[in-house]
C-alpha cells in the first residue's frame, strides 16, 4: 500500500470513530470497538493516527454499521410510504465516507468510470467517483439540444406511462468497466436503465451501489440482471 493511500485510509478511520464519540462515551466507545479509551482519546482528538491494521479494523467492522445507523437516523417516511432523503444525499462529507467505507468493503475492483442518474444520484455518484479518482457520468432524462449523439434507454410503466433516459455518446468509450451508482432503489427500474444504456453503450458494468433499498424485489431484480456484485449500503422495510 503506497503512503497516501495509507494516509487516507488512517484518515477515514478517524473519521467514522468521530462520527461513533459524538453519541457515545469514550468508555461505551471502548466498549464497541475494543480499542481503549486512551487509544481512542488521541485518535478522535487528532494527535495521533491509528496504525494501518487498526485503521482497516474500524473502516471495514465498524464503519458500514455506523454510517448505516446515521444513514437511517436522517431518513423520514410519509403516510403513504414515501422516502425523504434530503438530508442524506444533501451531506457531502457524509457520502464521501459512505463511499470510502463501501469500496474498502466490497469488490468492485477499481471501474473506469461511474454512471447514475441525474439528478439524486449525482452527489453519491460523485463521492464514488472521487473516491476512485474517475469521471462520473450522468444519464438524464432531457436530452441536451447540442449533444447530436446520444444513447437513450426507455421503461414502460404503465399504459401512458413511460421513462426515458439518455446519455451522450462520448460520455463513455467501448469497452470501459463501469460501476452503477444510485441513491435509492424501490423498483428497480431506473437501475434497470441505466444497466441499458451501459449495454448500448458496449460498457462493462462491473458492479452496482445504492445508498438505500426499500423492500427486495427492485434489488433483486438488479441483481438479476448484473453479473457482479449488486450492494446496498442499507435497507429499508416496504
Do not use: W
Not at 142 to 162: D, K
Not at 169 to 192: C, H, I, M, W, Y
Amino acid at each position: 500500500m503506497r503512503r497516501a493511500e495509507k494516509v487516507t485510509l488512517q484518515l477515514q478511520a478517524v473519521s467514522i470513530l468521530r462520527r461513533l464519540k459524538a453519541t457515545r462515551t469514550y468508555d461505551e466507545l471502548a466498549e464497541l470497538t475494543g480499542l481503549s479509551t486512551g487509544d481512542l482519546n488521541r485518535y478522535v482528538n487528532g494527535h495521533v493516527l491509528p496504525g494501518v491494521d487498526r485503521a482497516r479494523y474500524v473502516v471495514e467492522e465498524c464503519g458500514p454499521d455506523t454510517l448505516a445507523a446515521e444513514i437511517e437516523s436522517r431518513i423520514t417516511r410519509d403516510d403513504e410510504g414515501y422516502v425523504d432523503n434530503t438530508d442524506v444525499v444533501y451531506d457531502q462529507s457524509l457520502l464521501d465516507l459512505v463511499a470510502a467505507v463501501a469500496a474498502e468493503v466490497n469488490d468492485f475492483g477499481t471501474p473506469d468510470a461511474v454512471l447514475t442518474a441525474a439528478t439524486d444520484g449525482i452527489t453519491l455518484a460523485s463521492a464514488v467517483a472521487r473516491h476512485y479518482d474517475v469521471p462520473a457520468v450522468y444519464a438524464k432524462k432531457s436530452r441536451e439540444t447540442a449533444v447530436s449523439e446520444f444513447f437513450e434507454a426507455r421503461q414502460r410503466l404503465t399504459p401512458g406511462i413511460e421513462i426515458t433516459y439518455t446519455l451522450p455518446k462520448s460520455a463513455l468509450d467501448p469497452g470501459e468497466n463501469v460501476l452503477v451508482v444510485d441513491d435509492f432503489v424501490r423498483s428497480g427500474e431506473t437501475q434497470r436503465l441505466l444497466l441499458d444504456l451501459a449495454e448500448r453503450a458496449n460498457v462493462a458494468v462491473t458492479g452496482v451501489f445504492t445508498l438505500i433499498a426499500v423492500g427486495e424485489g427492485g434489488i433483486d431484480r438488479v441483481r438479476d440482471a448484473v453479473d457482479g456484485p449488486v450492494v446496498s449500503f442499507t435497507s429499508l422495510s416496504e
